[in-house]
């Protein structure tokens, strides 16, 4: 971006923040109801397609609203300020967006592969566009927690595509996208290769119970692929290119965080409203202990969010080794002090903030989710920073 370009490009993130801000106080009210059914939050979807948001990361020559990562980021977070459940599934939509737009442009291909490739998005995007498609990104299989580790999901070739047969495990969207798109191998080729499986294709469905701790709008249950027929055409990324994702564009795993760092505006807001006794049942803001507290959560917040503003602005392709040491450490420190925020928020206002309606306990709940989830949990990237800088092993070893 040149100098003359930046005010633009700030703006325009500006109003598309601002698309999910107008959305926000629905939302938020909507947001008790999904948690305590743990049920998809089709209305908000409905919402954010009428918004032109299920495009957000399509190209705006595909009639999308063109954003880059670093817009996503700004956007999810805002999301994750009114709705928990809708930015975690938005990022699965929208991460699929990034990796065959902007991340795939970054990355190597054949003339021949990249011919095959705009042709096979422009009608993924398409879909989003003209019919409204949600896509889901179930790669889980609690095998291994590298990106292109533990892959057991398998794709058998068959005359005009592929019969994929397997298992996700959080596959979240399991009953709402439109298409489940899926990290699959073909015998006797470690490649990771990228397929999206059509909802209500035969051979797919989902097992088990949804009743966790939190996130429970995500609904992601077990999903099933046994002997499930793909076409072709919808491998969404040229073999080898995935692999590619975790060398050389690893901020890409970085997407989840911006959900939880959205949940921690939400319990600053609310703490924030609580002492001030503008919700709650009245105010605390002269109390010394109660101040000391806010102090506390005040610093903690701006140094996560500081830490996240910094590595969403070095996102990109072929980082150095710093800037990826530097995205683990604010993956640890998003997804740990989500939950720890939350517990400090509970500590500082008190039993009456506990109390449904409040978000508070849902935030606390939601909150603690963040730090599970591969391939950059909290333990994954607290095993690679151990590890950077000290052992020859690291050396050539995927950041993902
Ligand atoms: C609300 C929610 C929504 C989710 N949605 C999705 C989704 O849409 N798509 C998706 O792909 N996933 C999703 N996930 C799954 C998530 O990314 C993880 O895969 C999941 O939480 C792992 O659970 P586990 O019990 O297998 O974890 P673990 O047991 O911690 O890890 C899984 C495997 O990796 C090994 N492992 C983990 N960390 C390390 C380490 N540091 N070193 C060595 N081995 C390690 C473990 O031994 C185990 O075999 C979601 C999770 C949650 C909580």
Redo the contacts with the bound molecule.
């Keep these: 971006m040149s100098t003359s370009d930046r005010p633009t490009a700030a703006a325009r993130q500006r109003e598309l923040v601002g698309l999910v801000a107008d959305l926000g106080p629905t939302f938020a009210e909507r947001a008790a109801g999904y948690d305590r059914e743990a049920r998809f939050p089709v209305e908000n979807y409905a919402d954010l397609r009428k918004a032109g948001l299920l495009g957000l990361c399509i190209p705006a020559d595909h009639g999308g609203l063109g954003a880059d990562f670093a817009t996503y980021g700004l956007v999810s977070e805002e999301l994750g300020r009114y709705c928990g459940s809708t930015a ?2 938005f990022n ?1 939509h929208t991460a699929t967006m990034l990796l065959c737009g902007q991340i795939a442009d970054d990355l190597a291909m054949s003339a021949a592969e990249r011919a095959r490739h705009e042709r096979r998005r422009a009608a993924m995007f398409a879909g989003v566009i003209e019919k409204g498609h949600i896509h ?5 299989e ?4 590298g990106a292109t580790a ?1 892959v057991n999901t398998l794709a058998v070739p068959v005359d005009g595509g592929w019969r994929l047969r397997g298992r ?6 399991s009953g709402a996208a439109d298409r489940h798109n899926v990290i699959c191998v073909t015998p006797d080729d470690p490649t990771i290769r990228f397929m999206s499986v059509r909802a209500g294709a035969e051979g797919l469905r989902t097992e088990g119970e949804w009743d ?1 701790l ?2 429970r709008g ?1 609904v ?1 249950l077990t999903l099933v692929m046994d002997d499930v027929f793909v076409p072709a055409e919808a491998e969404l990324l040229p073999p080898g290119v995935f692999d590619q994702v975790a060398s050389r564009w690893p901020h890409f795993y970085l997407t989840l965080s911006f959900t939880y760092l959205g949940i921690m505006r939400a319990v600053m807001d609310f703490t924030d409203d609580y002492l001030a006794g503008r919700v709650g049942p009245g105010a605390r803001r002269d109390n010394p202990q109660k101040q000391a507290g806010w102090a506390q959560l005040q610093v903690a917040y701006e140094r996560t969010y500081a830490l996240a503003r910094q590595v969403l602005a070095e996102a990109g392709p072929d980082p150095t080794h710093e800037q990826v040491r530097r995205a683990w450490a604010a993956a640890v420190s998003t997804m740990e002090t989500a939950p720890e925020l939350a517990s400090l928020a509970v500590r500082v206002c008190g039993g009456r903030s506990l109390l449904r309606p409040q978000p508070l306990e849902r935030l606390y709940r939601d909150a603690r ?1 963040g730090a ?4 950059w ?1 909290v ?2 990237c ?2 690679r920073l151990g590890r950077a800088g000290l052992s020859a092993a690291e050396d050539g070893e995927p950041y993902a």
């Excluded at 996700?168 to 969207?173: E, G, N």
Aim: hydrophobic share 40%.
């Design positions: 975690l599934t699965m889901a990104q179930p790669f889980s609690g095998n291994a927690p533990g996700k495990i959080f596959a979240s969207l966790p939190g996130m995500t992601s989710c599970t989830m591969l391939p949990s333990e994954a607290l095993d």
